[in-house]
């Protein structure tokens, strides 16, 4: 569940005479105002931080990778639940669809497994969630740098730009621990396997073969199709370490509306925050370390709202993605052992349950990711406060 950082000139630093940003305008006013009047404590000439340097990139990266970790653990039983759900596992497809059947399935999981059964898999998840929120973080700073080197670039798009192009960036180096982490929730208690044996599932899973649809024409035609058709089958790889990369292209596409989305929603909730008529209810004074261009923090439960509401937004947008991905996923535990391609899943998710199926468990997912992106963006900011950065 991507997250997102604020750790940038805001919306409130674009020049007053650019066009549509009244409310960075009235931010940035507001900041001014309340400098002059003494309300926002000024203890000395404040530095601007070198974005590029080892030691910023090694602190923000930390400071993502423990927020990343305290929201994964925050909704870890709902997060087993939902790829059940999702995944139409068999013993728990009864229970879907409704918010009771919410409650009966984990109900079902302590009794048969305890407590430990709702956190089944969180140990994967904290293996790759902290990689995956660290580069997350530490990337969208880069290219934040790169996109917005001015305050006259500071636009909506170069934030969905900078925040899309970090969350395909961690996806990309943390993608298999993410495949791995699905397979073992997916697991139930009559179908247990150790964390070997699903590694060696996935690595020996091979693709349906792909039946070739009758043609009308020239036998010449006919033989370079399939002459084509058997060139390409024997050149791109059908089982092995491409295996853990299931339903990667896919994952692309949902990741670019998500992670872009909840970075660019959590900045302009903040900026809204920041505002000159709630900014002495919902900011805290400067701390004297903090970097120049670094907006006044939030207080908590401001923060929290701000971070509550980037993740139903974002979840919104990019979920029929997710759960077409999970089905690419589990493709192996399921049915003939075969994976199936992009295409073939959508279709046999629609074929299942229609529209309504690419949307099975979103509810539970508005419950997963509202504090789950609450809790990532006040934990990455307090640290964040913390390591001066």
């Not at 059940?84 to 669809?97: C, E, H, I, M, V």
Request: charged letters at 20%.
């Amino acid at each position: 569940m991507p997250s997102t950082l604020s750790n940038h000139a805001s919306i409130s630093e674009i020049p007053p005479q650019q066009d549509g940003h009244a409310i960075a305008n009235a931010v940035d006013y507001g900041a001014e105002a309340d400098e002059a009047a003494g309300d926002v404590p000024v203890t000395g000439e404040r530095k601007q931080p070198d974005k590029h340097s080892m030691d910023y990139i090694i602190r923000s990266g930390i400071a993502g990778g423990l927020a990343g970790c305290a929201a994964k653990t925050a909704v870890a039983p709902l997060d087993r639940v939902k790829i059940l759900f999702q995944t139409s596992n068999p013993q728990f497809a009864k229970y879907t669809g409704s918010w009771f059947g919410l409650g009966k399935a984990m109900q079902d999981i302590y009794t048969q497994n305890g407590v430990t059964g709702l956190f089944r898999g969180h140990s994967a998840t904290l293996l790759k969630i902290y990689p995956y929120a660290a580069i997350k973080f530490v990337a969208y700073e880069q290219y934040r740098a790169w996109f917005i080197s001015s305050r006259s670039q500071e636009t909506w798009f170069r934030r969905f730009a900078a925040g899309a192009s970090a969350g395909v960036t961690s996806v990309f180096f943390t993608y298999p621990l993410e495949v791995i982490r699905v397979r073992l929730a997916f697991e139930t208690k009559h179908r247990s396997s150790s964390l070997a044996d699903i590694c060696k599932k996935i690595y020996h899973e091979h693709p349906l073969p792909k039946i070739a649809p009758a043609t009308s024409g020239s036998g010449v035609v006919k033989g370079v199709a399939e002459a084509a058709s058997s060139t390409v089958q024997a050149v791109a790889p059908r089982s092995g370490l491409v295996n853990f990369y299931r339903g990667f292209s896919t994952t692309m596409l949902g990741m670019v509306p998500y992670a872009g989305m909840s970075f660019l929603t959590h900045d302009i909730a903040g900026d809204a925050l920041r505002m000159p008529l709630l900014r002495k209810y919902t900011t805290l004074p400067q701390p004297a370390n903090a970097p120049k261009d670094k907006p006044a923090p939030l207080r908590a439960w401001a923060e929290l709202v701000a971070g509550g509401i980037a993740g139903p937004v974002s979840q919104t947008v990019s979920y029929p993605l997710e759960v077409i991905r999970r089905r690419m996923q589990v493709g192996g535990a399921v049915g003939d052992g075969r994976r199936l391609r992009i295409g073939e899943t959508a279709g046999t998710i629609f074929k299942e349950n229609g529209i309504r199926g690419f949307f099975v468990g979103l509810s539970i997912g508005y419950m997963k990711v509202l504090p789950m992106s609450a809790v990532s963006f006040y934990t990455y900011e307090r640290v964040k406060t913390f390591f001066g950065i």
